[in-house]
């Protein structure tokens, strides 16, 4: 079956380290998306991808990067400039870069103790 | 860039009831709006959408209404069960430009048996 995976399920971090979050693919997706999501604020964008070796800034993007050498990979790196790290973190794809018919993995939790 | 408002944030009603979530936005170019159901520790999961030139849609127990003029759009739940339980998100995107989709800050539905 086609879908998007995201590992690992739970993540947690020492403050000042890297830590890189995995989303991958195979559903032959042009596009991809990488969202935060805190309790009452809702999905924040943080990057986004409409092709490979291409990628954009999205709202938040202040402390994050991200690569997208592979169609099927989209990984997201998150650094030590980001100052509240701990959240939920979502990966989402679709065909065409649109709004339409995203495919969402069932998320990454970052925790920094 | 786009805005997007939801209310409430917390609704409960009696299984068999009616609910109604609202969303507003702000970027007239929005032409497509989506609504995401997310239970928990897991990614959303589209359940029903409009596009701009329609104003109502429905899917069995679920229905969409969008007033273009109004800049606002809500989702219809009627006949609640207790699996309608999640929590539920608005999304706007537009034709051109960045074109991935903004969430509204969600709502948490509880249906009482």
């Known amino acids: 079956d086609g879908g998007i995976t995201q590992s690992p399920k739970y993540l947690f971090r020492k403050e000042g380290q890297n830590v890189t979050l995995s989303c991958e693919q195979n559903?032959?997706?042009?596009?991809m998306y990488w969202y935060r999501q805190d309790p009452g604020q809702g999905l924040r964008l943080i990057y986004y991808?409409?092709?490979?070796?291409?990628?954009q800034k999205g709202d938040i993007a202040e402390g994050y990067s991200v690569s997208r050498e592979k169609k099927e990979s989209f990984p997201l790196t998150v650094t030590s400039a980001q100052k509240n790290p701990t959240a939920f973190y979502l990966c989402?794809?679709?065909?065409?870069?649109?709004?339409?018919?995203?495919?969402f993995g069932s998320g990454t939790r970052l925790t920094v103790v | 860039g786009e805005n997007v408002e939801q209310h409430p944030s917390t609704l409960s009603v009696q299984e068999g009831d009616s609910a109604v979530i609202k969303c507003t936005y702000s970027?007239?170019?929005?032409?497509?709006f989506p609504w995401y159901k997310q239970e928990l520790g897991k990614g959303p999961q589209l359940i029903i959408d409009?596009?701009?030139?329609?104003g109502e849609k429905k899917d069995q127990r679920i229905a969409v209404t969008l007033n273009k003029t109004a800049k606002h759009f809500s989702l219809h739940i009627t006949e609640t069960q207790p699996e309608d339980s999640a929590v539920y998100f608005c999304?706007?995107?537009?034709?051109?430009?960045?074109?991935?989709?903004?969430f509204g800050s969600g709502t948490r539905l509880q249906v009482q048996p």
């Open positions: 989402a794809s679709n065909q065409e870069g649109t709004g339409y018919g995203y495919t």
């Open positions: 559903l032959n997706h042009d596009a």
């Open positions: 991808s409409q092709i490979v070796n291409d990628f």
């Open positions: 970027d007239s170019a929005s032409n497509y």
């Open positions: 409009i596009r701009s030139n329609v």
């Open positions: 999304a706007a995107s537009r034709k051109t430009g960045r074109r991935a989709l903004t």
